[in-house]
Protein backbone atom coordinates (compact mmCIF):
# COMPACT_ATOMS: atom_id res chain seq x y z
CA UNK A 1 0.00 0.00 0.00
CA UNK A 2 3.21 2.03 0.85
CA UNK A 3 3.84 1.46 -3.35
CA UNK A 4 0.26 2.73 -4.25
CA UNK A 5 0.74 5.61 -2.83
CA UNK A 6 3.97 6.78 -3.38
CA UNK A 7 3.59 5.48 -7.15
CA UNK A 8 0.23 7.09 -7.94
CA UNK A 9 2.25 10.39 -6.61
CA UNK A 10 4.98 9.42 -8.75
CA UNK A 11 3.03 9.55 -11.88
CA UNK A 12 0.87 12.82 -11.01
CA UNK A 13 4.26 14.13 -10.25
CA UNK A 14 5.93 13.46 -14.11
CA UNK A 15 2.64 14.74 -15.38
CA UNK A 16 2.14 17.78 -13.33
CA UNK A 17 6.22 18.53 -13.58
CA UNK A 18 6.22 18.02 -16.95
CA UNK A 19 3.04 20.05 -18.08
CA UNK A 20 4.34 22.83 -16.05
CA UNK A 21 7.80 22.96 -17.79
CA UNK A 22 6.21 22.78 -20.90
CA UNK A 23 4.28 26.43 -19.82
CA UNK A 24 7.00 27.70 -18.05
CA UNK A 25 9.28 27.39 -21.34
CA UNK A 26 6.24 29.13 -23.18
CA UNK A 27 4.79 31.57 -20.96
CA UNK A 28 6.79 32.01 -17.57
CA UNK A 29 10.62 31.88 -17.94
CA UNK A 30 10.41 34.30 -20.95
CA UNK A 31 9.00 37.05 -18.86
CA UNK A 32 11.94 36.36 -15.96
CA UNK A 33 14.94 36.53 -18.95
CA UNK A 34 13.25 39.67 -19.91
CA UNK A 35 13.20 41.05 -16.26
CA UNK A 36 17.07 39.82 -15.88
CA UNK A 37 17.61 41.92 -18.79
CA UNK A 38 15.99 44.89 -16.79
CA UNK A 39 18.26 43.66 -13.67
CA UNK A 40 21.60 43.84 -15.22
CA UNK A 41 24.01 41.78 -14.77
CA UNK A 42 25.10 42.10 -11.40
CA UNK A 43 23.90 44.71 -8.30
CA UNK A 44 26.19 47.63 -9.97
CA UNK A 45 23.59 48.04 -12.81
CA UNK A 46 22.14 51.80 -12.65
CA UNK A 47 23.25 52.63 -9.24
CA UNK A 48 25.42 55.47 -10.72
CA UNK A 49 22.28 57.78 -10.80
CA UNK A 50 20.52 56.77 -7.75
CA UNK A 51 21.04 57.90 -3.93
CA UNK A 52 23.97 56.29 -1.95
CA UNK A 53 21.60 55.33 0.58
CA UNK A 54 19.46 53.68 -2.58
CA UNK A 55 22.72 51.77 -3.75
CA UNK A 56 22.66 50.50 0.01
CA UNK A 57 19.38 49.72 0.53
CA UNK A 58 19.26 47.68 -2.50
CA UNK A 59 23.20 45.61 -1.88
CA UNK A 60 21.24 44.83 1.40
CA UNK A 61 18.10 42.90 0.62
CA UNK A 62 19.49 41.35 -2.26
CA UNK A 63 22.83 40.62 -1.46
CA UNK A 64 21.59 36.87 -0.62
CA UNK A 65 21.88 35.71 -4.34
CA UNK A 66 23.68 38.01 -6.25
CA UNK A 67 27.45 37.36 -5.57
CA UNK A 68 29.41 37.17 -9.10
CA UNK A 69 31.25 33.70 -8.06
CA UNK A 70 27.82 31.78 -7.14
CA UNK A 71 27.08 28.74 -8.73
CA UNK A 72 24.51 28.84 -11.14
CA UNK A 73 23.06 26.87 -14.63
CA UNK A 74 24.61 28.43 -17.63
CA UNK A 75 22.01 29.80 -19.29
CA UNK A 76 20.61 27.58 -22.26
CA UNK A 77 20.39 23.81 -21.80
CA UNK A 78 22.04 23.84 -18.92
CA UNK A 79 19.45 26.21 -17.27
CA UNK A 80 16.01 24.69 -18.88
CA UNK A 81 17.50 21.26 -17.33
CA UNK A 82 17.83 22.32 -14.03
CA UNK A 83 14.63 23.94 -14.39
CA UNK A 84 12.79 20.96 -15.61
CA UNK A 85 14.67 19.19 -12.51
CA UNK A 86 13.56 21.08 -10.37
CA UNK A 87 9.59 21.50 -11.57
CA UNK A 88 9.25 17.39 -11.02
CA UNK A 89 11.02 17.25 -7.66
CA UNK A 90 8.77 20.13 -6.49
CA UNK A 91 5.80 18.53 -8.50
CA UNK A 92 7.04 14.72 -6.30
CA UNK A 93 6.87 17.08 -3.55
CA UNK A 94 3.65 18.25 -3.70
CA UNK A 95 1.92 15.05 -5.02
CA UNK A 96 3.73 13.26 -1.73
CA UNK A 97 1.96 15.86 1.06
CA UNK A 98 -1.60 16.03 -0.74
CA UNK A 99 -1.31 11.94 -0.82
CA UNK A 100 0.34 12.12 2.88
CA UNK A 101 -3.36 14.16 3.25
CA UNK A 102 -5.05 11.38 1.47
CA UNK A 103 -3.75 9.06 3.95
CA UNK A 104 -3.52 10.66 7.09
CA UNK A 105 -7.53 11.96 6.69
CA UNK A 106 -9.09 8.69 4.53
CA UNK A 107 -10.16 11.38 1.86
CA UNK A 108 -9.04 9.43 -1.03
CA UNK A 109 -7.75 10.96 -4.10
CA UNK A 110 -9.63 9.73 -6.84
CA UNK A 111 -10.16 10.63 -10.63
CA UNK A 112 -13.86 12.11 -10.22
CA UNK A 113 -12.93 14.14 -7.27
CA UNK A 114 -9.30 14.50 -8.29
CA UNK A 115 -10.57 17.66 -9.97
CA UNK A 116 -11.56 19.23 -6.31
CA UNK A 117 -7.73 18.04 -5.00
CA UNK A 118 -6.01 20.44 -7.93
CA UNK A 119 -8.02 23.04 -7.14
CA UNK A 120 -7.81 23.32 -3.47
CA UNK A 121 -3.74 22.69 -3.83
CA UNK A 122 -3.95 25.86 -6.19
CA UNK A 123 -6.23 27.76 -3.62
CA UNK A 124 -3.81 26.62 -0.79
CA UNK A 125 -0.64 27.22 -2.55
CA UNK A 126 -0.72 29.44 -5.15
CA UNK A 127 -3.74 32.00 -4.70
CA UNK A 128 -3.89 32.41 -1.03
CA UNK A 129 -0.07 33.06 -0.69
CA UNK A 130 -0.15 35.41 -3.56
CA UNK A 131 -2.85 37.54 -2.55
CA UNK A 132 -0.21 38.31 0.57
CA UNK A 133 2.69 38.09 -1.77
CA UNK A 134 2.26 38.74 -5.09
CA UNK A 135 4.52 36.61 -7.51
CA UNK A 136 7.57 39.10 -8.60
CA UNK A 137 9.94 38.70 -10.63
CA UNK A 138 13.68 39.14 -10.18
CA UNK A 139 15.18 42.74 -9.72
CA UNK A 140 11.99 43.61 -7.97
CA UNK A 141 12.20 44.91 -4.32
CA UNK A 142 11.25 42.33 -1.99
CA UNK A 143 11.08 42.67 1.86
CA UNK A 144 13.60 40.03 3.76
CA UNK A 145 13.15 36.42 2.37
CA UNK A 146 12.69 34.15 5.89
CA UNK A 147 9.99 36.52 6.92
CA UNK A 148 8.10 35.76 3.61
CA UNK A 149 8.56 32.20 3.30
CA UNK A 150 6.93 31.99 6.97
CA UNK A 151 4.04 34.02 6.12
CA UNK A 152 3.37 32.17 2.50
CA UNK A 153 4.03 28.66 4.31
CA UNK A 154 1.65 30.21 6.93
CA UNK A 155 -0.85 31.06 4.48
CA UNK A 156 -0.72 28.03 2.68
CA UNK A 157 -1.08 25.44 5.70
CA UNK A 158 -4.30 27.52 7.14
CA UNK A 159 -5.86 27.95 3.99
CA UNK A 160 -5.53 23.78 3.10
CA UNK A 161 -6.28 23.15 6.51
CA UNK A 162 -9.53 24.82 5.72
CA UNK A 163 -10.39 22.19 3.09
CA UNK A 164 -9.41 19.17 4.99
CA UNK A 165 -11.60 20.71 7.69
CA UNK A 166 -14.88 20.87 4.93
CA UNK A 167 -14.13 17.94 3.39
CA UNK A 168 -14.01 16.19 6.99
CA UNK A 169 -17.00 18.03 8.83
CA UNK A 170 -19.96 19.75 7.43
CA UNK A 171 -21.61 20.86 10.20
CA UNK A 172 -21.78 24.64 11.08
CA UNK A 173 -19.40 25.11 13.47
CA UNK A 174 -16.74 23.48 11.10
CA UNK A 175 -17.60 26.37 7.94
CA UNK A 176 -17.41 28.94 10.44
CA UNK A 177 -13.63 27.59 11.70
CA UNK A 178 -12.83 26.83 7.81
CA UNK A 179 -13.95 30.82 7.02
CA UNK A 180 -11.75 31.53 9.94
CA UNK A 181 -8.78 29.52 9.07
CA UNK A 182 -8.92 30.85 5.10
CA UNK A 183 -9.56 34.84 6.07
CA UNK A 184 -6.72 34.68 9.24
CA UNK A 185 -3.17 34.72 7.17
CA UNK A 186 -4.88 37.68 5.20
CA UNK A 187 -5.42 39.55 8.06
CA UNK A 188 -1.45 39.32 9.50
CA UNK A 189 0.89 41.85 7.74
CA UNK A 190 2.80 40.36 5.01
CA UNK A 191 6.51 41.56 5.48
CA UNK A 192 7.25 45.10 4.31
CA UNK A 193 8.57 45.97 0.90
CA UNK A 194 11.23 48.36 0.68
CA UNK A 195 10.34 51.49 -0.95
CA UNK A 196 12.45 51.45 -3.63
CA UNK A 197 12.63 51.71 -7.31
CA UNK A 198 12.47 48.91 -9.82
CA UNK A 199 13.70 48.33 -13.44
CA UNK A 200 11.48 46.03 -14.53
CA UNK A 201 8.09 47.54 -16.09
CA UNK A 202 5.14 47.38 -14.37
CA UNK A 203 3.53 45.76 -17.61
CA UNK A 204 5.69 42.81 -17.57
CA UNK A 205 5.56 41.95 -13.70
CA UNK A 206 1.58 42.37 -13.99
CA UNK A 207 1.98 40.08 -17.11
CA UNK A 208 4.29 37.71 -15.11
CA UNK A 209 1.78 37.38 -11.67
CA UNK A 210 -1.01 36.62 -14.26
CA UNK A 211 1.04 33.68 -15.68
CA UNK A 212 2.13 32.31 -12.30
CA UNK A 213 -1.51 32.17 -11.25
CA UNK A 214 -1.96 30.26 -14.68
CA UNK A 215 0.45 27.85 -14.43
CA UNK A 216 -0.14 27.22 -11.18
CA UNK A 217 -3.76 26.30 -12.06
CA UNK A 218 -2.45 24.04 -14.69
CA UNK A 219 -0.31 22.71 -12.60
CA UNK A 220 -2.46 21.74 -9.88
CA UNK A 221 -5.37 20.62 -11.44
CA UNK A 222 -2.82 18.16 -13.94
CA UNK A 223 -1.58 16.89 -10.26
CA UNK A 224 -4.88 16.23 -8.84
CA UNK A 225 -6.77 14.09 -11.96
CA UNK A 226 -3.07 12.37 -12.69
CA UNK A 227 -3.11 11.62 -8.89
CA UNK A 228 -6.72 10.37 -9.09
CA UNK A 229 -6.33 8.89 -12.23
CA UNK A 230 -3.32 6.19 -10.93
CA UNK A 231 -4.92 6.10 -7.39
CA UNK A 232 -8.06 4.20 -8.91
CA UNK A 233 -6.09 2.26 -11.69
CA UNK A 234 -4.16 1.05 -8.95
CA UNK A 235 -6.99 0.13 -6.38
CA UNK A 236 -8.72 -2.00 -9.01
CA UNK A 237 -6.03 -4.15 -9.69
CA UNK A 238 -5.87 -7.15 -7.56
CA UNK A 239 -4.63 -7.05 -4.36
CA UNK A 240 -1.75 -9.62 -4.92
CA UNK A 241 -0.29 -7.53 -8.18
CA UNK A 242 -0.71 -4.05 -6.12
CA UNK A 243 1.06 -5.17 -2.76
CA UNK A 244 1.86 -8.67 -2.65
CA UNK A 245 2.22 -8.52 1.29
CA UNK A 246 -0.73 -7.32 1.58
CA UNK A 247 -2.86 -10.44 0.19
CA UNK B 1 -7.96 -8.20 4.30
CA UNK B 2 -10.24 -10.13 1.81
CA UNK B 3 -11.52 -9.45 -1.54
CA UNK B 4 -14.31 -7.28 -1.12
CA UNK B 5 -11.57 -4.81 0.62
CA UNK B 6 -9.90 -4.40 -2.54
CA UNK B 7 -11.45 -1.70 -4.75
CA UNK B 8 -11.51 0.23 -1.91
CA UNK B 9 -7.62 1.02 -2.22
CA UNK B 10 -5.70 3.30 -0.19
CA UNK B 11 -8.99 3.25 2.35
CA UNK B 12 -8.59 0.23 3.07
CA UNK B 13 -5.57 0.37 5.31
CA UNK B 14 -6.00 0.11 8.94
CA UNK B 15 -5.47 3.65 10.81
CA UNK B 16 -1.57 2.39 11.83
CA UNK B 17 -1.18 1.50 8.47
CA UNK B 18 -2.42 4.79 7.18
CA UNK B 19 -0.62 6.66 9.73
CA UNK B 20 2.91 5.01 9.15
CA UNK B 21 2.03 5.80 5.47
CA UNK B 22 1.20 9.26 5.53
CA UNK B 23 3.70 10.39 7.59
CA UNK B 24 6.40 9.25 5.48
CA UNK B 25 5.01 10.87 2.56
CA UNK B 26 4.49 13.87 4.85
CA UNK B 27 8.22 13.79 5.69
CA UNK B 28 9.48 13.05 2.17
CA UNK B 29 7.06 15.75 0.46
CA UNK B 30 8.49 18.63 2.98
CA UNK B 31 11.89 17.81 1.99
CA UNK B 32 11.44 17.46 -1.66
CA UNK B 33 9.58 21.23 -1.24
CA UNK B 34 11.87 22.74 1.36
CA UNK B 35 14.88 21.24 -1.15
CA UNK B 36 13.05 23.19 -4.58
CA UNK B 37 11.00 26.26 -2.78
CA UNK B 38 12.58 27.27 0.53
CA UNK B 39 16.03 26.16 0.97
CA UNK B 40 18.51 29.06 1.47
CA UNK B 41 21.47 27.40 -0.06
CA UNK B 42 22.84 29.46 -2.98
CA UNK B 43 23.25 26.10 -5.42
CA UNK B 44 19.78 24.80 -4.54
CA UNK B 45 18.75 28.27 -4.90
CA UNK B 46 20.12 29.20 -8.00
CA UNK B 47 19.74 25.68 -9.42
CA UNK B 48 15.72 26.01 -8.62
CA UNK B 49 15.31 29.94 -9.20
CA UNK B 50 12.82 29.77 -12.18
CA UNK B 51 10.94 27.07 -10.80
CA UNK B 52 10.63 29.54 -7.38
CA UNK B 53 9.35 32.29 -9.57
CA UNK B 54 7.35 30.54 -11.76
CA UNK B 55 5.50 28.58 -8.42
CA UNK B 56 5.10 31.94 -6.66
CA UNK B 57 7.50 30.82 -4.15
CA UNK B 58 9.40 33.80 -1.91
CA UNK B 59 12.73 34.16 -3.85
CA UNK B 60 14.94 37.59 -4.03
Known amino acids: MFRNLFFAALVAALCAGLATSIFQAWRVTPLIFAAEAFEGDGNAHSHAQDTPEHSHDEAATTADSHDEDEWMPQDGLERTAYTVLANLLMAAGYALIIGAVSVLFNLPITFANGLLWGLGGFAAFSLAPALGLPPGLPGMPVAETLARQIWWAGAALSTGAAFVLVAKQRAAWALAAAIALVIIPQLVATPVVPDEASGVPAGLAAAFTAAVLYNGALFWVILGLAFGRMADYLASRPVTLANGAKA | ?60
Open chain 2, 1 to 60: MNTTAVTSGLSSLSLSQRFIAGVLALMLGMTLLVGTGFAGDYRLHNGAHDTRHAMGFPCH
